[in-house]
């Protein structure tokens, strides 16, 4: 887990004109960043891009970041709101989901085969990104913020901006679809 | 604390969200209810078989230079292949040119530069300058609302503010001309954003620029993930409806109406005496529902809308 200080510290010393402790902050966060992107697209490429977007809208800004949230908070809040701006054609959301469904039905053939606990590892690990894709956006965010990410509430809130209680309710609602959805997996 | 208590807040346990006095709590009462353990053991399950999906990848090597070009590659043509120093030297050569060179053309950009200035001499010449070729600036202007930098934006906004309704209005209506869309500062540095909440509200009194105040205002609110910019309309509007002035009230309910999301945020005026029937009639009307003046039925309704 990074260090906050040294993030605000990095932070203080772009504005005071080093441009090379932006790079320290593209290192710490670039990974992060990239398999939260990864996990919003499904994409590789897009992932790249998307991320790479972030640090550039970030480096743009840094100059009026205020520091009220974290360095991290606020990129996540930057690279949300790039996708959801991308994302704004719900055609694309569409055939996102054809291809989720598509997918299931192709594993059910499969595991109709040879039953569902007999499921391979990364087909197991296919089926729950799979799920987590059906979620509503906000719900799916709020998850992978917590669970992949490592967020926890407050910072979330921050990035999303929206209040703790939002994150605490869109995360029980994504748990308990969950549940639903995966419940032939979880024994 | 009842079972009930401590399900309302056993994921927050689980999530290491809780304060240790709280978190002991219910760590005892867990010990002793079958029930609750259960869903605890449910919980772990489920992010146990969750973590299974976790992305360990990172992205192609070189990544830090990538950004690192791209963030500092200056917009626009041959500035992008100077050297930075020698590129911020002929900005600066350029700029004072224009500044000192004795009869220097006043323009578009010297009014945006002038309207945001300290210096009370140079706004009201920014002020006059534009009255005087604001038609003949229209489309430029125009665009300058929609410019990636939202000092510009606001500047433009400040400019277009002051003028009569009239120029406003013709300076408006070049808006199909620009195809682009708005471009807003990025996330985080909101506080302009906020700006031009107020130009926006502004217009919003006109009923000949009402329509686009609400184009901007949607565009700040960006369907409400904007928070800062979100709240600051809410504020806005909460001043407008406060004024108890007939066509401040109008505006106010024009922007509630226009914006969908805010709708819910009636439900506050909801015990406002000089307001509150109103704010109710507007409710009925735009959801098809009657809560009465329960404030906690019509937040739940707008909640169970959300799911």
Known sequence: MADPMADAELVLRFKQGQEEAFDGLVRRYMKDAYAFCLRLTGNAAEAEELSQDGFVSAYRALRSFRGESSFKSWLYRILINQYRDRARSRRREELRLVAVRAGEERRQELAGERGASELHADELSDVVKEKIELLPDRQREVLVLHLYQGLDYHEIASALGCTYDDVKMNLSLARKRLKELLKEYLG | ?307
């Open chain 2, 1 to 307: 604390m009842s079972c009930d208590d401590i399900r309302a807040r056993l994921e927050e346990y689980f999530d290491r969200e809780l304060s240790d006095a709280d978190a002991a709590r219910v760590k005892s009462h867990v010990a002793d209810c079958a029930d609750c353990a259960r869903e605890l053991s449910e919980l772990d399950r489920l992010e146990g078989l969750l973590r299974r999906a976790a992305v360990d990848s990172a992205p192609r090597d070189g990544f830090v230079d990538r950004v690192r070009d791209r963030a500092r590659r200056r917009p626009g043509g041959w500035h992008a292949w100077l050297p930075l120093s020698l590129a911020a030297a002929v900005t600066f050569a350029i700029i004072a040119s224009h500044l000192f060179a004795p009869g220097a053309p006043y323009d578009l950009e010297s009014a945006l530069r002038d309207i945001s200035s300290p210096d009370a001499a140079a706004r009201t010449r920014a002020e006059a300058w534009t009255r005087a070729h604001g038609d003949e600036v229209a489309l430029a202007l125009v665009k300058a609302l929609s410019d990636v930098h939202v000092e510009r934006q606001k500047s433009a906004g400040l400019l277009i503010a002051r003028l009569s309704g009239d120029l406003q209005s013709r300076i408006l209506a070049q808006q199909p001309a620009v195809q682009e869309e708005w471009e807003l500062a990025p996330i985080g540095s909101d506080i302009s954003d906020i700006e031009l909440v107020g130009y926006a509200v502004g217009l919003a009194r006109s009923e000949k620029t009402a329509d686009e105040a609400l184009r901007i205002l949607k565009k700040l609110d960006r369907g409400g993930t904007n928070r800062e910019a979100h709240e600051e309309i809410v504020r806005q509007v909460g001043e407008l409806f406060a004024s108890g002035q007939e066509a401040q009230i109008t505006t106010g309910f024009r922007i509630v109406e226009g914006l969908r999301l805010l709708v819910e945020d009636v439900v506050e005026f909801l015990d406002v005496p000089e307001l509150g029937d109103r704010a109710l009639e507007f409710l009925r009307g735009q959801t098809g529902r009657d809560f009465g003046k329960d404030k906690d039925a019509w937040r739940r309704y707008f909640r169970s809308r959300e799911m």
